[in-house]
C-alpha cells in the first residue's frame, strides 16, 4: 500500500510557538493531500484540502491565518500552526489521494501529537 | 448537511466471533464507501474499500453496500483481540471535490478473548 510519512510524530511547545508539521508521500505522487485534526475520543475533522502548486482550500470555521498549508511538490505538504495556543493542543493528521480506478483512496500519514502549555 | 452515522459502541464479541460494523449514509448520490481501522492514539488504517453493491471479501473482513438502502457494512470473521480498534466508515458525498471523505464517529470494537 502506499505510505504516508508525517514529521514530528510529536511535539510539545510554549503557548505562542509557530509549529511546523510535514506530510510526505514516500513511494507515490500526491497531487492532492488532506489535513485533518482529532480531538479525544471525537472524529476525524477536515481542516483543508491541499493542492499541488495552488491554494489549499479550507473548511468552514478554519483560519487560513493560523493554519498555513503549503503543496510545493507531488511528495510534501506542510502545515504551520502560527502562534499555536493551548487550545489547539491535538492530534494533526495528514492523508493523501492516491488514484484506484473507479474510487481514489486516502492514506493516512502516522499523525502529530501537539501540545501546546 | 450530508452525514454518516455509526453506532459508537462499544461491541463486544467473543474470539472467534463474527463483528458485525454498520454505517449508514445520507447522500444518495454517494459513490465510494471506504472502512478505516484506528487504534487508540493512532491514525486510521485503510481496510478495503467498495463501491458497487453487494460483497467484497478480502480475507476475514468483508465489506456489504445496498446503495438503495443507503447501507454499509463491514463484517470481521473469526475476531481476534488485536482487531480490538475503532472502526471508522467514510463516504465520498457526491459532489465533493478532490475526493473529499465524510468520516462517521466510529464504532468501537473490542473481542474479547
Known amino acids: 500500500g502506499a505510505v504516508v510519512s508525517q514529521h514530528p510524530s510529536r511535539v510539545i511547545c510554549k503557548s505562542g510557538t509557530s509549529v511546523k508539521i510535514e506530510c510526505r508521500s514516500l513511494d507515490f505522487q500526491a497531487t492532492t493531500m488532506f489535513w485533518y485534526r482529532q480531538f479525544p475520543k471525537q472524529s476525524l475533522m477536515l481542516m483543508a484540502t491541499?493542492?499541488?502548486?495552488?491554494?489549499?482550500?479550507?473548511e468552514q470555521g478554519v483560519e487560513k491565518d493560523k493554519f498555513l498549508i503549503n503543496h510545493a511538490s507531488l511528495t510534501l505538504s506542510t502545515l504551520t500552526v502560527a502562534s499555536a495556543h493551548p487550545e489547539d493542543s491535538s492530534f494533526y493528521i495528514c492523508?493523501?489521494?492516491?488514484?484506484?480506478?473507479?474510487?481514489?483512496?486516502?492514506?493516512f500519514g502516522p499523525g502529530t501529537r501537539l501540545t501546546v502549555l | 448537511q450530508k452525514e454518516v452515522e455509526q453506532n459508537s459502541g462499544p461491541l463486544s464479541v467473543p474470539e472467534g466471533a463474527i463483528a458485525s460494523l454498520n454505517c449508514t449514509y445520507s447522500d444518495r448520490g454517494s459513490q465510494s464507501f471506504f472502512w478505516y481501522r484506528q487504534y487508540s492514539g493512532k491514525s486510521p488504517e485503510l481496510i478495503m474499500f467498495i463501491y458497487s453493491n453487494g460483497d467484497k471479501e478480502d480475507g476475514r473482513f468483508t465489506a456489504q453496500l445496498n446503495k438503495a438502502s443507503q447501507y454499509v457494512s463491514l463484517l470481521i470473521r473469526d475476531s481476534q483481540p488485536s482487531d480490538s480498534a475503532t472502526y471508522l466508515c467514510?463516504?465520498?458525498?457526491?459532489?465533493?471535490?478532490?475526493?473529499?471523505?465524510?468520516f462517521g464517529k466510529g464504532t468501537k470494537l473490542s473481542v474479547i478473548p
Open positions: 492523508s493523501a489521494e492516491v488514484a484506484s480506478g473507479m474510487a481514489d483512496t486516502q492514506y
Open positions: 491541499s493542492n499541488e502548486g495552488s491554494k489549499a482550500t479550507y
Open positions: 467514510a463516504v465520498n458525498p457526491s459532489g465533493a471535490g478532490s475526493y473529499q471523505l465524510t
